[in-house]
């Protein structure tokens, strides 16, 4: 809890949100960047190596059809691709060792990217955390965009965002995210105040959501003879 009459610093990945205590990030970006290195280092990265060699499926294709694509014995975006992520890894792996005394990972992609999660709660106080954040999540663009997997996880549409912001309840939505990776927790976040909650906040949460929900049907319903009364 920030004491009286500090101020408690923001985000340094840009969010807005408030960084947790002993971290230079919120726990929103600290989640979503674990979310992201799991990926790497399970599924997206598997992904990549079926596309790698001109197997994976680019591009979705009518049921039934035939792709009119033949593939090719080596996909150089590719292998472009993992070659950029390769190199990024293998700079904070680097940083690992030289500052926190870490050993090395093996040199591939998924032993390296596990590896950073492993140290995400030292990484998430160190002064580069911001550019770890934006970097991780660079790379997952850029191999969902060569796999041509759509950018987003399964998303579910939860409600209305309840949470006050500068006393105005944020106009945004929830939705929930559920990762490809089974070990990694799902989260229900707002795409426009930021707001972030865990799992198992989500009891309270959806009666906050429900609570929003009846009082915007009451409004609506004021409204509606409100405008019935002046026709």
């Known amino acids: 809890m920030t004491a009286p009459g500090t101020t408690r610093r923001e985000c340094e990945a840009g969010c807005g949100k408030p960084a947790a205590d002993g971290w230079g990030i919120c ?12 990926d790497i280092a399970g599924d997206l ?3 990549m190596e079926t596309t790698l060699t001109g197997q994976g499926r680019t591009g979705p294709d009518r049921v039934g059809s035939r792709s009119s694509v033949i593939p090719l014995p080596f996909d150089p975006q ?13 700079g904070w792996c680097l940083l690992l060792r030289d500052e926190a005394g870490a050993d090395l990972p ?17 990484l998430a106080k160190h002064p580069a955390v911001e550019e770890l954040v934006a970097e991780v999540a660079e790379m997952v663009r850029m191999i969902e965009h060569a796999i041509d997997l759509p950018p987003t996880r399964s998303r579910i549409f939860v409600g209305p965002c309840p949470e006050v912001v500068e006393d105005v309840r944020c106009p945004g939505e929830l939705w929930a995210t559920f990762p490809r990776n089974d070990a990694i927790s799902p989260s229900i ?7 972030t909650f865990e799992p198992e906040q989500w009891s309270r949460l959806g009666d906050r959501v429900r609570t929003v929900k009846r009082s915007e049907s009451g409004s609506r ?3 509606d003879a409100i405008i019935g009364r002046s026709a």
């Open 27 to 38: 726990r929103g970006c600290h989640r979503r960047t674990g979310m992201h290195l799991s």
């Open 45 to 47: 990265t598997a992904e």
């Open 78 to 90: 590719a292998s472009a691709v993992i070659t950029d992520v390769h190199a990024k890894l293998v």
């Open 106 to 122: 093996a040199d591939t992609v998924q032993a390296m990217a596990s590896h950073a999660l492993g140290w995400l709660d030292w």
């Open 189 to 195: 976040a707002c795409g426009l105040c930021g707001a």
């Open 221 to 223: 319903r004021l409204m």
